[in-house]
């Protein structure tokens, strides 16, 4: 059975800090590409970040690149999102996914993907 975990939100300043984890089970996390993904009241889910199974290859969107750092411990089957400098339009329900590919290429839609979190809230104050 795999599972997929979230840890580290909450609530934060404007202009603080979080570091998201993901710790994975139930799978040979070192096959798979990892993504965030978050969702906001009434809005769509969005992408957020890629890293590729290796830990070689990331991609982030255009709202949170030079804020936010995708990483991964193959050897502690857990990722990462360090989130910097936090804005109050960051505030969503974050969520990580797994993808089985070895492919480097970053898929930014949510389908592509295999298996979800249950998410974990990040609320930024102004």
């Known amino acids: 059975q795999v599972q997929l975990v979230e840890s580290g939100g909450g609530l934060v300043q404007a202009g603080g800090s979080l570091r998201l984890s993901c710790a994975a089970s139930g799978l040979t996390f070192s096959s798979y590409a990892m993504g965030w993904f978050r969702q906001a009241p009434g809005k769509e889910r969005e992408f957020v970040a890629h890293i590729s199974w290796s830990g070689g290859n990331t991609y982030y969107a255009n709202s949170v690149r030079g804020r936010f750092t995708i990483s991964r411990d193959n050897a502690k089957n857990t990722g990462y999102l360090q989130m910097n400098s936090l804005k109050p339009e960051d505030t969503a329900v974050y969520y990580c996914?797994?993808?089985?590919?070895?492919?480097?290429?970053?898929?930014?839609?949510?389908?592509?993907?295999?298996?979800w979190g249950q998410g974990t809230q990040v609320t930024v104050s102004s």
């Open positions: 996914a797994a993808e089985a590919t070895r492919s480097v290429v970053a898929d930014t839609q949510w389908d592509e993907y295999d298996y």
